[in-house]
């Protein structure tokens, strides 16, 4: 319960709740106190790499903050730390915490006393599979990442067909509010400065352009994202995109291509897709898409933009398309992509990898996606600074991915340092920058709406931001 991936928070409709919610766990079972700021409280684990060659050579850096409740680091906090590596790989050096060698140690697990933050260099072994990070300390939050380690093969084309990629001349000032549904059948109402009114017309007001909403395949079932109610299936999506075109904005559709959350934690299979072998898996794909597609622009409301899986720089529909199967991969996301240009040619087409400041893995990915020919339009990153770096990472990645693939680029999803990140979204070289869209505003992380719908100080950074980057942009 205590220890939360990100799946387990994006799947939490209540996450504004979620630090109290903890806090009264762990009180009522005796467990462990809520900790004031200021007060170490947890080991904040950052990998630079989450993909890695298993070639006995590959090596990757993890920095290891020491962290207070509210997620700010603590540079004189001085803990003895325990790291343990489950997998085909170790720990070739640990900085900032002494003469490595004399570390005590055994193959799988390093102790050190580190003060504030170290870094940890990690290197794979030849069996790929997955490697499990863990940074531990008495009495603190365990920190913790998954790595794939892969040995990609030849690369085969999916097409042999040139693609121009298309490109989007308005800046995207954009939302993901998939949760509006939700929140409104609870009896949630929205309001501005004390005055009624839709969230999602409130939004436009401060100056949001484009929203996006991701959808599943049939969430309603048992294991599924919304058991029995189908939040986010494809009716509720298409209730939600009249709304949207109703109220003047564009359109981005995140499939899931799972009936539960799909992130680099999982990626699970559709339920009605298990089973199947992989030549029916593609068609199911793409005949899923179509009908997607199709429904949408039958009813006047076609995405504007789609992108064909969310966050899939560990792949997509395990275990087929997984990142170590890349031409498996490819060869399901030229079916989604296929689907969507079928029906709808001027549709933007997104790849969407969760490695906003991870400038190597946002290399492998998209060079590979390259050698096999994937055809598409935009770069979207995810940013949440406690899996993705520093602002600084964010910028640098974007500035090598715009030069290096000569693409659009965009922050696909944030929460926090709003100002900040969208400085840096928009501001990609050579004209790449696309803008933004913040992660569920209406309900999480730093909503810019208080549980109670009202609005709040957050939604007024977000003015200035539309005048100075999208506004005649």
Partial sequence: MLKLSKTMIKGSLLFALL????????????????????????????PYKTTMIADGKDEALITVKIIDSKGDSIANAKLAVTFHIAGDAKIVNIYDAGDFNSL?????TWQANITGSCRVILRTGRIPGRVKFEAKADSLYTGSTEIHTVQPGIAHVVTTDKYVPKTVSDKILGADISFLPELENRGMKF???GKPGDAIQIMKEHGFNYIR???????ANPKGYSPNKGFCDLEHTKQMAKRIKAAGMKFLLDFHYSDYWADPQQQNKPAAWVGQDFTTLEKSLYDYTINVMQQLKDQGTTPDMVQVGNEINHGIVWPDGAINNLDSLSQLLYQGIKAVKSVSPQTI????????????ESKFFLDNMAKRNVPFDVIGLSYYPKWHGTPADLRNNMTDLAKRYNKQVMVAEYSQLKQ???DIAFTAPGNKALGSFIW???STWEG??????????????YPGIAEKYVNGK
């Fill in 19 to 46: 630090s109290l919610f903890i806090a009264g766990t762990a009180n009522a079972q005796g467990r462990r106190k809520p900790k004031p700021a200021g007060v170490p409280a947890e080991l904040q684990v950052t």
């Fill in 104 to 108: 005590p140690h055994t193959d799988s």
């Fill in 191 to 193: 309001s501005d400065n």
């Fill in 213 to 219: 909403l991701r959808i599943f395949n049939e969430p």
């Fill in 349 to 360: 087409i997104m790849l969407h990898i969760a490695l906003g400041g991870q400038s190597a």
């Fill in 420 to 422: 900040v990140v969208n």
């Fill in 440 to 442: 569920e505003p209406l």
């Fill in 448 to 461: 810019i709406f208080d549980k109670d719908g009202k609005a709040n100080e957050y939604i007024n950074v």
